[in-house]
């Protein structure tokens, strides 16, 4: 076989077949194949695109191409969630201990932020000694007794993924929806989860900004996990402004906390029920949506889900004292009061400038090797739909920078204020099944 009648083949709007595809990934990974010829079919693919069968079995070479996460030791239905990344979405931290506490076992494995959306790990790691490596042997023991363990991502985990990754973000092919549903159900299908949720984001601070791009992902992603055995649902959900009312690490991990203490912040809440529902079903512990999304909301007012959030917490080698007090996670050195220069109601808060004024701050990274500051962050005082009158705080900025001009000018960026009232954002648009 030769790579570059399989480039043809698809240049010319042809289906690949399943030992072509196999052909490909296997030599790209291998270094057999170089970087032009797998260029040049990714740019087949941007332009051609992809059958249902093509792309879940693209998907299956790339899970192959490198070591797979075997979880049978595991006692139960494992079921897992992934974010398509948002700005405090802090969403992880409430469903984990809210799945756990219905006695279904969530087995996690996530990365680390980049850019303006925050990551599992960094924030995590606002508790002090939390460990977030451990052996295989100690991840099994940790759900089988608790129902819940998140750890690093193996550096194994589908190579080719990461080898044509790096390739499409140089040369344009990004933006392709089966290659970008395949990128990530390929790490979520190595990661050996029985059933699979995936919360899809749509809005200004999410990777896909239109609701139709964001289903059409969803319904990819969908497909792929289906065809390949694993019982996949996806819930589109808005980032058209941040998730609850902070963004950074250690006050997301608070805010995480005093939802499951019962707090009443509704977006985050809401998502958090919605996603653990259809995690609870998927796992046949409960029938249907409404009865298990009765069970986990009782979960949240009976102390149950924060019992298993603080278990996870110590057998993780976390300073529970952090979590019984909250008040002794990290905070930064100065709060910097942004006010509206004008009356009215709040309109847009576009959330990736949001993201982006965090970022400035520290609570995110521009590259890889920069260091997370966890103490660091924004408190949002105003959402879309709030009235505010002129001089009014609009966030709150945590910094151990005095001035902070960079992240106060994202942030005057980020609000649109108007004279008349403006409804608040569904926040959740459809459920694909």
Do not use: C, W
Not at 167 to 187: F, Q
Not at 198 to 222: I, N, P, Q, W, Y
């Amino acid at each position: 076989m030769r790579m570059v009648d399989v480039i043809i083949k698809k240049r010319d709007g042809g289906e690949l077949t399943k030992e072509e595809i196999e052909f490909f990934v296997d030599g790209y990974t291998k270094g057999e194949i170089p970087d032009y010829q797998a260029s040049a079919l990714t740019m087949a693919i941007y332009f051609k695109g992809m059958t249902q069968e093509e792309t879940a079995t693209l998907t299956q070479a790339m899970v192959d191409s490198g070591e797979t996460i075997d979880l049978s030791a595991i006692h139960g239905h494992i079921v897992d969630k992934h974010s398509t990344g948002g700005v405090g979405d802090k969403v992880t931290f409430i469903v984990g201990p809210l799945v756990a506490s219905a006695g279904v076992p969530v087995a996690k494995m996530s990365g680390r932020g980049l850019g303006h959306t925050g990551g599992t790990l960094d924030k995590l790691e606002a508790v002090k000694g939390l460990q977030i490596e451990m052996t295989k042997d100690e991840f099994i023991e940790n759900v089988n007794t608790h129902k819940l363990a998140v750890a690093g991502q193996t550096g194994n985990l589908a190579p080719a993924d990461k080898k044509l990754y790096a390739l499409r973000d140089v040369t344009g092919t990004v933006n392709s929806l089966p290659l970008i549903a395949g990128s990530i159900m390929s790490k979520k299908l190595a990661s050996g989860a029985d059933s699979i949720v995936l919360d899809v984001k749509t809005g200004s601070g999410a990777f896909m900004k239109t609701l139709e791009d964001s289903e059409a992902l969803a319904r990819e992603m969908v497909n792929i996990g289906n065809n390949l055995g694993r019982n996949t649902v996806a819930v589109i959900s808005d980032m058209n402004q941040p998730l609850g009312f902070e963004v950074g690490n250690a006050n997301e991990i608070r805010e995480a906390a005093e939802i499951l203490q019962g707090k009443k912040v509704e977006d985050l809440r809401e998502l958090s029920l919605e996603i653990a529902s259809h995690m609870t079903v998927l796992a046949e512990v409960f029938a249907t949506y409404e009865e298990a999304y009765a069970a986990l909301e009782k979960n949240l007012e009976n102390g149950k889900a924060f019992e298993a959030f603080r278990n996870f917490i110590e057998a993780q080698h976390g300073d529970t004292s952090m979590i019984d007090d909250l008040s002794l996670l990290p905070k930064a050195a100065y709060e910097i009061e942004v006010k509206a220069d004008r009356g009215g109601y709040v309109a847009e808060i576009d959330a990736e400038s949001i993201g982006v004024a965090a970022m400035y701050l520290g609570a995110g990274r521009a590259t890889k090797d920069d260091i997370i500051n966890h103490g660091v962050g924004i408190t949002l005082n105003k959402k879309i739909g709030d009235p505010v009158r002129a001089g009014e705080a609009l966030v709150v900025l945590h910094s151990d920078n005095e001035q902070a001009e960079d992240s106060i000018q994202k942030v005057k960026e980020a609000y649109q204020i108007t004279d008349d009232k403006v409804d608040t954002p569904t926040l959740i648009h459809k459920v694909i099944k």
